[in-house]
């Protein structure tokens, strides 16, 4: 269960007072809680107050808000600040009934959280993404941050786009610029670059709309990620870099091509492909990448020149191809696209040897990686470097204080029983100086804040090798190894449903595998902070104790 927050009370920008309601939801820059009285919106609390440039931001947004914007997006709705006046949040709309567009795209979280989607619901939901887009650039501001993490998807195929305090406005002439990024969704000219302080574009943009569409179209297939034909290996950000758009007209001269069991650009309609082509060009950094307002066009044209299949389920394609891509595809991978039985076209084409070539070439994810060697070794933090001071100081202060009586001593004729009882004096005042000053030093802090600290790690590093582990994936693979030995073991009659089977865990490997692959990306710095936290508290304790000695 998530700890509560420290905030219960945030100020509206008209002064109004608002109590926060229960935790739904939680990011690396803060949490989204829900606002008692008002269900239609949320605030989404920042771990620390923020910066001024930030709070000025959010409040310019909010002055910019329309109409078209709230259809399409959860816009800023204003600053929430502290009762001291900090600004620590960001009051928006709340969005129900919508799900993260990456389980549209995926074929295997498609067929659950959207059962009756088809390609025409997938073209519907491409020419949306480029509406939103649309929308904000008429607007004057730039999404900048193009992830699958900022796209819902409802169940009628409409849109909306979230987390929009990240876009880059622009405000009586003062731009407010966006400083991250998802890599695979950055345009090459920005690949391999710092985005802090850099100024996006709308072309910039573009190019993160031309990626998003191509995912939802091609089954989750990234445009770069291809087969690479000279040596070593090609990342989706490398290949980005070198405009090595794998299922484009120049993929020769690019050295790669597109992955076996995907289908080839046809797919779409000739102006559809002519804008991706336009969008992955070595010439769109300097302007030629389609607008939202062409891929609009070009996919509602589109919609209207869908046919269905005779053969496959769900199966609905370009009508001016010869045949239907999907059922080729299905037969290929033994995937299905659009619903949770194998269609017609793919019943009896299980070859399981050479079914296996695809399981054995998922890799092992490998052991998660050890983030402790990534931490920085903190030096001593200021707050401890002066309570060390302060206690260092203890013995010299005592020592001046006793010098008055032992002084004293000398400073007047006295007899030897009285001059001693001066210095007896000296010494119980040391003490107890000595004793009072380290009193008013108390390290009880540092124990509680290191304890507090080394739970927070062990809490982390459990989710860290739970979810960037192998072990899921092993576990999937030791299934498919068993529904194998079942398969070589089974009657005819039964083989149906082992293959089914064997399909299905076959299309959780793929997924236990990208979520692996996410996990340790999405959740690598926020676990290094962690474990760069508890070092912190670590040095402070070990250097207080040292000196307490």
Same mark, same amino acid.
């Given at each position: 269960?998530?700890?509560?927050?420290?905030?219960?009370?945030?100020?509206?920008?008209?002064?109004?007072?608002?109590?926060?309601?229960?935790?739904?939801?939680?990011?690396?820059?803060?949490?989204?809680?829900?606002?008692?009285?008002?269900?239609?919106?949320?605030?989404?609390?920042?771990?620390?107050?923020?910066?001024?440039?930030?709070?000025?931001?959010?409040?310019?947004?909010?002055?910019?808000?329309?109409?078209?914007?709230?259809?399409?997006?959860?816009?800023?709705?204003?600053?929430?600040?502290?009762?001291?006046?900090?600004?620590?949040?960001?009051?928006?709309?709340?969005?129900?009934?919508?799900?993260?567009?990456?389980?549209?795209?995926?074929?295997?979280?498609?067929?659950?959280?959207?059962?009756?989607?088809?390609?025409? !619901?997938?073209?519907?939901?491409?020419?949306?993404?480029?509406?939103?887009?649309?929308?904000?650039?008429?607007?004057?501001?730039?999404?900048?941050?193009?992830?699958?993490?900022?796209?819902?998807?409802?169940?009628?195929?409409?849109?909306?786009?979230?987390?929009?305090?990240?876009?880059?406005?622009?405000?009586?002439?003062?731009?407010?610029?966006?400083?991250?990024?998802?890599?695979?969704?950055?345009?090459?000219?920005?690949?391999?670059?710092?985005?802090?302080?850099?100024?996006?574009?709308?072309?910039?943009?573009?190019?993160?709309?031309?990626?998003?569409?191509?995912?939802?179209?091609?089954?989750?297939?990234?445009?770069?990620?291809?087969?690479?034909?000279?040596?070593?290996?090609?990342?989706?950000?490398?290949?980005?870099?070198?405009?090595? !758009?794998?299922?484009?007209?120049?993929?020769?001269?690019?050295?790669?091509?597109?992955?076996?069991?995907?289908?080839?650009?046809?797919?779409?309609?000739?102006?559809?492909?002519?804008?991706?082509?336009?969008?992955?060009?070595?010439?769109?950094?300097?302007?030629?990448?389609?607008?939202?307002?062409?891929?609009?066009?070009?996919?509602?044209?589109?919609?209207?020149?869908?046919?269905?299949?005779?053969?496959?389920?769900?199966?609905?394609?370009?009508?001016?191809?010869?045949?239907?891509?999907?059922?080729?595809?299905?037969?290929?991978?033994?995937?299905?696209?659009?619903?949770?039985?194998?269609?017609?076209?793919?019943?009896?084409?299980?070859?399981?040897?050479?079914?296996?070539?695809?399981?054995?070439?998922?890799?092992?994810?490998?052991?998660?990686?050890?983030?402790?060697?990534?931490?920085?070794?903190?030096?001593?933090?200021?707050?401890?470097?002066?309570?060390?001071?302060?206690?260092?100081?203890?013995?010299?202060?005592?020592?001046?204080?006793?010098?008055?009586?032992?002084?004293?001593?000398?400073?007047?004729?006295?007899?030897?029983?009285?001059?001693?009882?001066?210095?007896?004096?000296?010494?119980?005042?040391?003490?107890?100086?000595?004793?009072?000053?380290?009193?008013?030093?108390?390290?009880?802090?540092?124990?509680?804040?290191?304890?507090?600290?080394?739970?927070?790690?062990?809490?982390?590093?459990?989710?860290?090798?739970?979810?960037?582990?192998?072990?899921?994936?092993?576990?999937?693979?030791?299934?498919?190894?068993?529904?194998?030995?079942?398969?070589?073991?089974?009657?005819?009659?039964?083989?149906?449903?082992?293959?089914?089977?064997?399909?299905?865990?076959?299309?959780?490997?793929?997924?236990?595998?990208?979520?692996?692959? !996410?996990?340790?990306?999405?959740?690598?710095?926020?676990?290094?902070?962690?474990?760069?936290?508890?070092?912190?508290?670590?040095?402070?304790?070990?250097?207080?104790?040292?000196?307490?000695?």
């Amino acid at each position: 269960m998530p700890a509560a927050l420290p905030v219960q009370e945030v100020i509206e920008a008209d002064g109004t007072r608002i109590r926060l309601g229960a935790r739904i939801g939680q990011g690396g820059e803060g949490a989204v809680c829900e606002l008692q009285g008002q269900p239609g919106v949320v605030a989404k609390i920042f771990h620390q107050p923020l910066p001024a440039q930030r709070a000025d931001k959010i409040r310019a947004m909010a002055a910019l808000r329309t109409p078209a914007l709230d259809r399409l997006t959860a816009w800023p709705l204003g600053l929430l600040s502290l009762p001291d006046g900090r600004a620590i949040g960001v009051k928006m709309p709340r969005v129900v009934g919508h799900r993260d567009i990456h389980q549209l795209y995926n074929p295997k979280s498609r067929r659950t959280a959207f059962p009756r989607a088809d390609w025409r !619901f997938l073209v519907r939901v491409s020419a949306n993404v480029a509406r939103a887009f649309a929308t904000v650039h008429a607007e004057g501001a730039v999404i900048a941050d193009v992830n699958h993490g900022g796209v819902l998807v409802g169940g009628d195929a409409r849109v909306r786009l979230i987390d929009c305090d990240s876009f880059q406005v622009t405000v009586g002439g003062r731009c407010f610029p966006c400083d991250v990024g998802v890599p695979i969704f950055t345009p090459p000219e920005l690949q391999d670059r710092s985005l802090t302080g850099v100024i996006r574009s709308e072309n910039h943009d573009n190019f993160g709309l031309a990626v998003m569409i191509f995912l939802v179209l091609f089954m989750g297939r990234h445009p770069f990620a291809g087969r690479y034909l000279g040596e070593g290996d090609m990342p989706i950000e490398q290949a980005i870099k070198e405009h090595r !758009f794998a299922y484009g007209r120049d993929h020769d001269y690019a050295a790669m091509e597109q992955p076996p069991g995907t289908p080839p650009l046809a797919i779409v309609s000739p102006p559809v492909a002519e804008l991706f082509e336009r969008a992955f060009a070595m010439s769109a950094p300097r302007g030629g990448r389609p607008s939202a307002a062409e891929w609009i066009e070009a996919l509602e044209t589109l919609a209207g020149k869908l046919g269905e299949c005779q053969v496959g389920i769900a199966h609905w394609y370009l009508a001016d191809l010869p045949e239907c891509p999907w059922c080729r595809v299905e037969a290929a991978t033994g995937v299905p696209l659009f619903s949770g039985a194998m269609s017609d076209a793919t019943a009896g084409l299980f070859d399981l040897p050479a079914f296996w070539k695809q399981v054995e070439a998922v890799e092992h994810p490998g052991l998660a990686p050890d983030i402790t060697l990534q931490a920085k070794r903190p030096g001593l933090s200021s707050v401890a470097r002066r309570l060390r001071v302060r206690r260092s100081w203890n013995g010299t202060v005592a020592l001046l204080v006793a010098v008055i009586p032992a002084g004293l001593s000398f400073g007047v004729d006295l007899p030897p029983l009285a001059r001693g009882f001066f210095f007896l004096a000296a010494a119980v005042l040391y003490v107890l100086v000595r004793l009072i000053l380290r009193a008013t030093v108390d390290v009880t802090p540092f124990v509680v804040r290191e304890y507090e600290c080394r739970q927070l790690w062990e809490t982390t590093l459990a989710e860290w090798e739970a979810k960037a582990g192998p072990r899921r994936f092993e576990d999937k693979r030791r299934e498919l190894e068993k529904l194998k030995d079942w398969w070589d073991a089974a009657q005819p009659q039964q083989r149906p449903r082992i293959e089914a089977a064997i399909r299905r865990a076959f299309d959780e490997l793929q997924q236990v595998t990208g979520q692996i692959d !996410f996990a340790r990306t999405s959740l690598r710095e926020n676990a290094v902070e962690t474990y760069e936290l508890l070092l912190q508290t670590q040095v402070d304790l070990a250097a207080l104790q040292r000196k307490k000695r």
